[in-house]
């Protein structure tokens, strides 16, 4: 590649390093505690407030718009707070798609009324990291910063609620109050990372190296190493292969992603069968 392209690629291949450090972390929550789709459904809510902003007139990459859509996420968070519950006749993963559904069809409502949706709507699925700037670079990084020290202070009351609510429960935490403060806190992510990302490509960062680190490992230490040298794999294959055939680059490492999961599984497969094998005497 020339050394113009590689100039072009690297605020983005930065600024999916940083979304692969926080999401990777986050991930591994959102796995744990078994509501997938919390993170798609939480980045939709934080489009939807886009939406509403560019619909209000303020552009997408507006301080307003970024409140706006910052609000929306709040809003979300407590919805998911108040939806976990150990009454599982309901269960929350039916809440989290409900909000994702509701979410999606009136963003694109709001978005038929709006100058430019069409492009709007595009944007927030795939975003728009290959224009990111190092303004935008650095502003996310006081955001995830200002997460990660959070979660580092809360970090047993935060494990133990994803990996043994059971145990939280009987050791007297408030689980909705901690679970509203997380999830407050993976709403700033999110929002920020919508703004530049997309939803497609936040969700790609906060399950797919999380799900492969789990196919391996057990401890959060260990997962974490993984998950985010997976990232940084699917990262810089999906930027290369964006540079190289023209592809978009947030669906070229989104597909990438794609690329790693199945492998991961086609190892783990294959590690499973031969421990299944018969030892020779």
Not at 148 to 170: C, E, G, T
Not at 190 to 208: E, K, M, N, R, W
Request: hydrophobic fraction near 55%; aromatic fraction near 12%.
């Amino acid at each position: 590649m020339s050394s113009g392209l590689l100039d072009l690629l690297l605020v983005p291949f930065v600024a999916c390093l940083i979304l692969t450090g926080i999401h990777c972390y986050l991930g591994i929550h959102i796995v744990s505690r078994g509501v997938i789709f919390v993170d798609l459904s939480l980045a939709q809510v934080a489009a939807l407030g886009s939406a509403v902003a560019l619909l209000a007139g303020y552009e997408l990459n507006s301080t307003e718009a970024y409140l706006i859509s910052l609000g929306f996420t709040f809003l979300g968070a407590g919805v998911f707070a108040l939806g976990q519950t150990r009454d599982k006749s309901v269960p929350q993963e039916a809440i989290i798609g409900i909000v994702y559904a509701v979410s999606s069809a009136a963003a694109i409502l709001v978005l038929d009324k709006a100058p430019h949706g069409e492009e709007a709507i595009k944007a927030m699925l795939v975003g728009s990291i290959l224009f990111a700037t190092w303004r935008q670079i650095a502003e996310i990084s006081i955001i995830y910063l200002g997460v990660a020290v959070l979660h580092f202070l809360l970090r047993k009351k935060f494990l133990l609620i994803s990996m043994n609510p059971d145990l939280a429960r009987q050791s007297g935490l408030w689980i909705r109050f901690w679970d509203f403060i997380f999830y407050i806190t993976f709403g700033f992510v999110v929002t920020s990372s919508v703004h530049i990302a997309g939803v497609l490509l936040v969700f790609s960062y906060l399950v797919v190296p999380a799900v492969c680190a789990m196919f391996f490992v057990r401890g959060v230490a260990h997962r974490l190493l993984i998950g985010w040298g997976l990232g940084f794999v699917a990262s810089v294959l999906g930027l290369y292969a964006s540079a190289k055939w023209d592809f978009p680059t947030g669906a070229s490492v989104v597909t990438m992603f794609g690329v790693v999961l199945v492998g991961c599984a086609a190892v783990k497969g294959l590690v499973g069968l031969t421990t299944r094998l018969p030892q020779k005497a």
